[in-house]
């Protein structure tokens, strides 16, 4: 038993891997006494304290710790060609699409209601 406990830091009766950087451990014990709530990245599949890789505020998303090497993944927003179908078989589909049917349709182009059709 002494030698599992010793893989640990204790701070405030709180147990923290050795691996868990001081300002982890400082993020934590600020949020545990003023009772903030936090949302936390993980660079893995369990809640090991050692393996966070960022700490943001639940409320406003402020960020309150983040590891040198986290970065964000790349977004790409860029116009679809072609209809995607959802694992729900509904169709999403683009204004452009819209457009497009409505000049082939002749329809005047302005305001219009799109309806959800089943298929």
Same mark, same amino acid.
Do not use: W
């Given at each position: &038993?002494?030698?599992?406990?010793?893989?640990?830091?204790?701070? *405030?009766?709180?147990?923290?891997?050795?691996?868990?950087?001081?300002?982890?451990?400082?993020?934590?014990?600020?949020?545990?006494? *003023?009772?903030?709530?936090?949302?936390?990245?993980?660079?893995?599949?369990?809640?090991?304290?050692?393996?966070?890789?960022?700490?943001?505020?639940?409320?406003?998303?402020?960020?309150?710790?983040?590891?040198?090497?986290?970065?964000?993944?790349? #977004?790409?927003?860029?116009?679809?060609?072609?209809?995607?179908?959802?694992? *729900?078989?509904?169709?999403?589909?683009?204004?452009? &699409?819209?457009?497009?049917?409505?000049? #082939?349709?002749?329809?005047?182009?302005? &305001?219009?209601?799109?309806?959800?059709?089943?298929?």
């Amino acid at each position: &038993m002494a030698a599992e406990l010793s893989k640990y830091k204790v701070v *405030n009766g709180t147990s923290y891997d050795l691996r868990t950087p001081h300002e982890i451990v400082r993020v934590f014990e600020q949020a545990r006494l *003023n009772r903030t709530r936090l949302h936390i990245s993980l660079g893995g599949g369990a809640i090991l304290d050692h393996c966070i890789v960022r700490i943001r505020l639940s409320a406003g998303g402020q960020v309150l710790y983040q590891h040198h090497s986290y970065h964000f993944g790349t #977004l790409a927003i860029r116009p679809k060609q072609e209809a995607i179908e959802l694992p *729900n078989g509904r169709l999403l589909i683009t204004t452009s &699409m819209i457009l497009q049917s409505m000049r #082939l349709a002749r329809l005047p182009i302005g &305001m219009f209601v799109i309806t959800v059709v089943e298929h």
